[in-house]
């Protein structure tokens, strides 16, 4: 194959019925092509396209098929009809040509001949030459791979996170207790009716409703936090049947900018007032929210679990930095058609991730939305083809394969544990051969790189969940955006009074958007 990194040069060959080709060497991995169609060629694709009009050509005074074929050329314009022979000989002679070549192209051919052009040129039984242009492949330059010093975060495995999963645990399993000789207090869950006012200057008269700020039956948890500045303190201390006049302010800034740091006053009916009482925990609970006979037993599980999870997080980390660091030293011209290809793929992932959440995609990926997305992605798919292409490129030069029995093993393990699920054979030998070898891969290259661990949060400023290779920060962008485009979309009743509700308050029958912080 042509590399599209070497100089333009042209190469020509002939094929036996005569058909020349001439191949140039183009940026981003694109391959020019120079096709001199022979005069037998284009008769006969005139020839055949007459035919095709004479079958199905309704003339007056002329029975199907039985058209002349000077009345046809009168009748449908000589440059139609050398328009459509040129359509259906481009498309034949372009994939010969292709085929003829050995040339692996990624996708459809592009003009470099004005078609227009062609048409005026174009004569049955007399030879045309046409120019178009094709993706093909790119080849990767790695310069360097070995030796690197890179740095990665330890993930260290924290036992605290064994104790706060059980309490939320217990959070989801609590029992409601009636309140009836109490004020409430704060971790009650109240049901109330309120509506809400801004104010929008310095006299208290000046009131304004505030849009969607309105709701009824609405049940909150009693935690400052969970709402606008004001709101649920303002609560703390009422007794069922009482109504009160509560203030609060809204933050700044604040996704609604006309309410960013505005006071306002909430006139809140308090409905019903319950507790949440906690289950104890012991071998009943374990052996209830799980499949373990005993505490013991399920606390051990969750330490493996989170020991597992430290240990993986360690793993992404190391591979993060080695990608990151191969991406500088790694040279490929992208063709558009692979990356475009790339973004198309991370667009249907995000896709895929937002209808299991319940999302109409079809409604919400509108072309505006995709093109929007295409956009915001494109930057994340070149760095993925770039640390594709340099894995690729280690295991070519350093000779690195996986056994069939190797294989076969990992497709047995993943069938165990799919159990009676259907599932592609065919596909899922392919992802685990494509898994296998990228361990081979990066178990390479830790032994000949240096990888040095440092506490985690250290390379980066402020904590944060990253995205793993497969969500990559583009798609989270990307979803981001479908998702707020999705939430403008809908009508929500409460749309700036809180911030979502945690897992252990049950929802309320009719749970309007909140007025979200």
């Given at each position: 194959m042509l590399s599209p990194h070497e100089a333009s040069i042209r190469l020509t060959s002939v094929t036996k019925n005569l058909m020349k080709v001439t191949q140039e060497k183009l940026p981003?991995?694109?391959?020019g092509l120079e096709i001199e169609i022979p005069p037998e060629a284009s008769q006969q694709a005139y020839d055949k396209v007459l035919q095709q009009f004479m079958r199905n050509a309704n003339i007056p005074g002329f029975r199907k098929?039985?058209?002349?074929r000077q009345v046809l050329i009168q009748r449908f314009g000589s440059g139609r009809l050398k328009a459509a022979a040129l359509e259906e000989l481009l498309e034949d002679t372009l994939k010969k040509a292709v085929e003829q070549e050995n040339i692996d192209a990624l996708g459809g051919f592009e003009l470099r001949s004005s078609f227009e052009d062609l048409v005026s040129q174009f004569q049955p039984g007399a030879a045309i030459t046409v120019s178009a242009v094709v993706d093909v492949p790119p080849q990767a330059t790695l310069s360097v791979y070995q030796g690197l010093a890179v740095k990665a975060e330890a993930v260290e495995y924290d036992p605290a996170k064994v104790d706060e999963l059980l309490e939320n645990y217990r959070n989801r399993s609590v029992t409601r207790v009636p309140v009836t000789d109490r004020p409430a207090q704060e971790k009650d869950l109240a049901i109330v009716?309120?509506?809400?006012?801004?104010?929008?200057?310095e006299d208290d008269a000046d009131l304004e409703e505030i849009p969607g700020g309105s709701a009824q039956d609405f049940e909150i948890e009693l935690l400052e936090g969970k709402f606008i500045p004001g709101f649920i303190d303002g609560i703390l201390g009422m007794n069922v049947g009482e109504t009160k006049t509560v203030s609060a302010t809204f933050p700044e800034p604040y996704p609604q900018e006309n309410l960013a740091g505005k006071p306002a006053i909430f006139e809140v009916t308090l409905k019903d007032l319950k507790e949440k009482e906690l289950p104890e925990l012991d071998d009943d609970f374990a052996e209830e929210i799980s499949e373990f006979a005993t505490l013991a037993e399920l606390r051990a599980s969750l330490e493996d679990r989170f020991r597992t999870e430290a240990e993986d997080k360690t793993k992404a980390n190391k591979q993060e930095a080695l990608l990151k660091e191969l991406v500088i030293h790694v040279e490929v011209d992208l063709p558009e058609t692979l990356i475009r290809r790339e973004m198309d793929y991370m667009i249907t992932q995000t896709a895929m991730r937002l209808s299991e959440q319940g999302m109409d995609v079809k409604k919400m990926f509108t072309p505006e939305i995709v093109e929007s997305l295409r956009n915001s992605s494109r930057g994340e798919a070149i760095a993925r083809i770039q640390r594709t292409m340099a894995l690729g490129e280690i295991a070519k030069q350093e000779s690195l394969t996986v056994t069939s029995a190797d294989v076969d093993a990992k497709v047995q393990e993943v069938l165990t544990d799919m159990?009676?699920?259907?599932?592609?054979?065919d596909r899922l030998r392919e992802a685990a051969e494509e898994e296998l070898m990228r361990d081979k891969i990066f178990d390479w290259l830790e032994a000949n790189n240096t990888i040095e661990l440092v506490p985690e949060g250290s390379l980066t400023p402020e904590p944060s969940e990253e995205p793993s290779e497969e969500l990559s920060s583009a798609s989270v962008e990307a979803e981001s955006d479908v998702s707020?485009?999705?939430?403008?979309?809908?009508?929500?009743?409460?749309?700036?009074?809180s911030v979502a509700v945690d897992e252990s308050a049950a929802e309320p029958e009719e749970s309007p958007d909140a007025i979200s912080e």
């Open positions: 981003a991995s694109r391959v098929g039985k058209v002349p009716d309120f509506t809400g006012q801004v104010k929008t200057g159990g009676e699920r259907e599932i592609d054979r707020n485009q999705a939430a403008s979309d809908q009508t929500v009743t409460v749309e700036a009074v």
